[in-house]
T-cell receptor
Framework: DGGITQSPKYLFRKEGQNVTLSCEQN?????MYWYRQDPGQGLRLIYY???????QKGDIAEGYSVSREKKESFPLTVTSAQKNPTAFYLC???????????FGQGTRLTVV | RKEVEQDPGPFNVPEGATVAFNCTYS??????FFWYRQDCRKEPKLLMS???SGNEDGRFTAQLNRASQYISLLIRDSKLSDSATYLC?????????FGAGTTVTVRA
């Protein structure tokens, strides 16, 4: 089945560690996005990529990094510079600029 | 000013009631609009796209008012399963901006 897959579903990180969240899609979509959601709040854009080997900072990019080496994959690294990383992270993709986005099931990251 | 603003609610309504809520957006260049539904601790899922003439999908009706820069969603004959957070999504070139969501609880 076509879709977008995030892993892991739950992730625990010690303070000072970098962690990488995986996002893979087989929808042949050019555009991919990473959002962060905190309890009771909306989605905030971290990074987005319109095409392979290109990506742009979103509204809250500090403390995060991404890569887009393959069309199917858009991993997000949460670095130790991110002061408050505990959140629900959502990856999305879409085929054309004005169409809807499809979401993965999310990764819930907790700092312990 | 936030790019997309929604009435957070919560709207607490009995089964069978009609509930409606709005969303306003700030960027007049916005090109497409959507309503997503998000259940607790789950990913958002597309409820409906919003077309300029307004559109209906079963018990759900969406309206767009470009002049006043708002979008509305109306739910008729509410079901218990309609309890969720409804996210207003506005597309500006290259990115989607999300409202914080409107929480709807339908009670028996």
């Amino acid at each position: 089945d076509g879709g977008i897959t995030q892993s892991p579903k739950y992730l625990f990180r010690k303070e000072g560690q970098n962690v990488t969240l995986s996002c893979e899609q087989n929808l042949n979509h050019d555009a991919m996005y990473w959002y962060r959601q905190d309890p009771g709040q909306g989605l905030r854009l971290i990074y987005y990529s319109q095409i392979v080997n290109d990506f742009q900072k979103g509204d809250i990019a500090e403390g995060y990094s991404v890569s887009r080496e393959k069309k199917e994959s858009f991993p997000l690294t949460v670095t130790s510079a991110q002061k408050n990383p505990t959140a629900f992270y959502l990856c999305a993709s879409r085929g054309q600029l004005n169409t809807e986005a499809f979401f993965g099931q999310g990764t819930r990251l907790t700092v312990v | 000013r936030k790019e997309v603003e929604q009435d957070p609610g919560p709207f607490n309504v009995p089964e069978g009631a009609t509930v409606a809520f709005n969303c306003t957006y700030s960027n007049s260049a916005s090109q497409s609009f959507f309503w997503y539904r998000q259940d607790c601790r789950k990913e958002p899922k597309l409820l409906m796209s919003v077309y300029s003439s307004g559109n209906e999908d079963g018990r759900f009706t969406a309206q767009l008012n470009r002049a006043s820069q708002y979008i509305s969603l109306l739910i008729r004959d509410s079901k218990l399963s309609d309890s969720a957070t409804y996210l207003c999504v506005v597309n500006t070139p290259y990115k989607l901006s999300f409202g914080a969501g409107t929480t709807v609880t339908v009670r028996a």
